[in-house]
């Protein structure tokens, strides 16, 4: 059996990311997820914590950046699919480069947003090779893809 690696890179104040797990595990498919660190926290002070405080608060982000983005690019390039999810009440500059990223790779790119973003996310959408609304439209993508079933 192969097992396909998914990163679920995008937003995280939902839980799609579980739904989209728990429902490729009920339908039995060989997925391994990966993910960015989702505790905001964390991932916004990672690199104070690590390599030193920083008094100008761009210093401080931009440290926790570059730690992120050895995550981040790394399990981006070991994906065989990457799922990016756009949330309603953000904008999630993050995830529009993690998908220009696995555009620019090739890597197969599943794009989630609702309807009402059609518009603004029009150039992410055209580099996709799927546009789902839900995480169940996920699960139901990945189980075909995957195991070549409906």
Same mark, same amino acid.
């Given at each position: 059996? !192969?097992?396909?690696?998914?990163?679920?890179?995008?937003?995280?104040?939902?839980?799609?990311?579980?739904?989209?797990?728990?429902?490729?595990? /009920?339908?039995?498919? /060989?997925?391994?997820?990966?993910?960015?660190? !989702?505790?905001?926290?964390?991932?916004?002070?990672?690199?104070?914590?690590?390599?030193?405080?920083?008094?100008?608060?761009?210093?401080?982000?931009?440290?926790?950046?570059?730690?992120? /983005?050895?995550?981040?690019?790394?399990?981006?390039?070991?994906?065989?699919?990457?799922?990016?999810?756009?949330?309603?009440?953000?904008?999630?500059?993050?995830?529009?480069?993690?998908?220009?990223?696995?555009?620019?790779?090739?890597?197969?790119?599943?794009?989630?947003?609702?309807?009402?973003?059609?518009?603004?996310?029009?150039?992410?959408?055209?580099?996709?090779?799927?546009?789902?609304? !839900?995480?169940?439209?996920?699960?139901?993508?990945?189980?075909?893809?995957?195991?070549?079933?409906?």
């Amino acid at each position: 059996m !192969t097992f396909w690696t998914v990163y679920l890179s995008g937003e995280i104040h939902t839980d799609w990311r579980e739904e989209i797990q728990q429902g490729a595990e /009920a339908a039995g498919l /060989a997925v391994e997820f990966t993910a960015p660190v !989702t505790d905001h926290g964390a991932s916004d002070d990672c690199g104070v914590e690590i390599l030193g405080r920083e008094d100008d608060p761009f210093w401080h982000d931009h440290k926790g950046a570059k730690l992120n /983005a050895i995550r981040t690019r790394t399990l981006i390039e070991q994906a065989d699919i990457v799922v990016v999810r756009f949330g309603d009440k953000y904008k999630q500059w993050n995830a529009a480069f993690d998908a220009g990223y696995a555009a620019a790779l090739g890597t197969p790119l599943v794009v989630i947003h609702p309807a009402e973003h059609r518009h603004a996310l029009k150039e992410v959408d055209a580099a996709a090779l799927a546009v789902a609304e !839900t995480p169940a439209e996920v699960v139901r993508l990945l189980k075909y893809v995957i195991d070549g079933t409906l």
